[in-house]
Each structure stands twice: as structure tokens, then as C-alpha cells.
């Protein structure tokens, strides 16, 4: 079964940072494309990066680009997403889920396989 858990997020303070974490269960992270999703206080996702586990390319979003780092850990089958330089404008909780892929690069689109996680939490606030 398919499942997705997300964790590491918190209350920082703005210039701090944070690791996530996406533990994946129920296909290989390495044979696959993830992405990291945040939503704020409206009801729509957006995307912020992903990567494609074949490939190793990476896409971010322009208002995380040089300050967020997309990895993946193939023995753990678990995607990461380092945060730097958070800003309050970062607020919202992340999710993480398999998405779309096409030519060797990840889209901002879930693929449709499994169900939304929990999400985790990351505040940015002095």
C-alpha cells in the first residue's frame, strides 16, 4: 500500500532552517518521481520542488530557488527537503507525493497513487 509520512517541520524563526522528511512506502523512491507540496491558508497546493528518481533532475519552484535542496536516500526510500533561509511567507504545511513525469524531468502534478499524508507542519515566525 502506498503511503506517504511527513515529518521534521516546526516553529523557526525567519533566516532559520528546517529538514523534511518523506518516508515512502510501497514503491521505490528510486524508480519514481516526488515532489513537495506546501499549502497556506487557502485550498489550493502548490508546488515547491521535485525530483526525479531516475534522472536525479530537480525542479524548484522561483520563490524557494537557492534557498531549498531536494535529495533522495535510496536505502531509506525517503525524500528530503532542506530548508534555508526561511521566510514567513514559507508558513504553511508540506506534503510530499508521487508525481508526474515526462522526459526525464518531474512535473507539479500527483500521478494519482495513494493518498494525500498528513502533512507536517512549518511555521516561520519571530
Known amino acids: 500500500q502506498t503511503q506517504f509520512v511527513e515529518s521534521g517541520g516546526g516553529l523557526v524563526q525567519p533566516g532559520g532552517s528546517l529538514r523534511l522528511s518523506c518516508a515512502v512506502s510501497?514503491?521505490?523512491?528510486?524508480?519514481?518521481?516526488i515532489g513537495w507540496f506546501r499549502q497556506g491558508p487557502g485550498p489550493e497546493r502548490e508546488g515547491v520542488s521535485c525530483?526525479?528518481?531516475?534522472?536525479?533532475?530537480?525542479k524548484y519552484a522561483d520563490f524557494v530557488k537557492g534557498r531549498f535542496t531536494i535529495s533522495v536516500n535510496n536505502a531509506a526510500n525517503s525524500v528530503y527537503l532542506q530548508m534555508n533561509g526561511l521566510i514567513p511567507e514559507d508558513t504553511g504545511t508540506y506534503f510530499c507525493?508521487?508525481?508526474?513525469?515526462?522526459?526525464?524531468?518531474?512535473?507539479?502534478?500527483?500521478?494519482?497513487?495513494?493518498?494525500w499524508g498528513q502533512g507536517t507542519q512549518v511555521t516561520v515566525s519571530s
Open positions: 510501497g514503491f521505490r523512491v528510486d524508480d519514481a518521481a
Open positions: 507525493m508521487r508525481t508526474l513525469r515526462i522526459s526525464g524531468q518531474c512535473l507539479y502534478r500527483s500521478k494519482g497513487v495513494g493518498s
Open positions: 525530483i526525479h528518481g531516475v534522472t536525479n533532475n530537480t
